[in-house]
Nanobody, 128 residues
Framework: VQLVESGGGLVQAGGSLRVSCVAS????????MGWFRQAPGNEREFVAA????????YYADSVKGRFTISRDGAKNTVYLQMNSLKPDDTAVYYC??????????????????????WGQGTQVTVSS
């Protein structure tokens, strides 16, 4: 499975941006998908996750109410809509795929080592 992110860029505080992640392979619909981010000098941190069906989602407290994760099975794509952006949201955003079948829980999906495949990342910069 290959994951390719796009849609990053520079935006002013308070603005919006949508990043996308296209997955190769026929088994995309069976994977749990997640978004993580990493700012310089910081560890990779969980942002959001969506179950294989799209019926369940988790968000980090820092983005809850501002970010929305979604997926389109027909396009093999997962999205992260980011609204009310803040300078603290500046980071490289990575999508990841979890092919496991051990249930969908916040603990599992917020842990980077749960995921089997990672994209190369897309830079999001929020100016103040």
């Amino acid at each position: 499975v290959q994951l390719v992110e796009s849609g990053g860029g520079l935006v002013q505080a308070g603005g919006s941006l949508r990043v996308s992640c296209v997955a190769s392979g026929r088994t995309f619909s069976s994977y749990t998908m997640g978004w993580f981010r990493q700012a310089p000098g910081n560890e990779r941190e969980f942002v959001a996750a969506i179950s294989w069906s799209g019926g369940s989602t988790y968000y980090a407290d820092s983005v809850k109410g501002r970010f929305t994760i979604s997926r389109d099975g027909a396009k093999n794509t997962v999205y992260l809509q980011m609204n009310s952006l803040k300078p603290d949201d500046t980071a490289v955003y990575y999508c990841a795929a979890d092919r496991g079948n051990l249930g969908f829980s916040y603990h599992r999906q917020s842990t980077p080592r749960t995921y089997d495949y990672w994209g190369q990342g897309t830079q999001v910069t929020v100016s103040s």
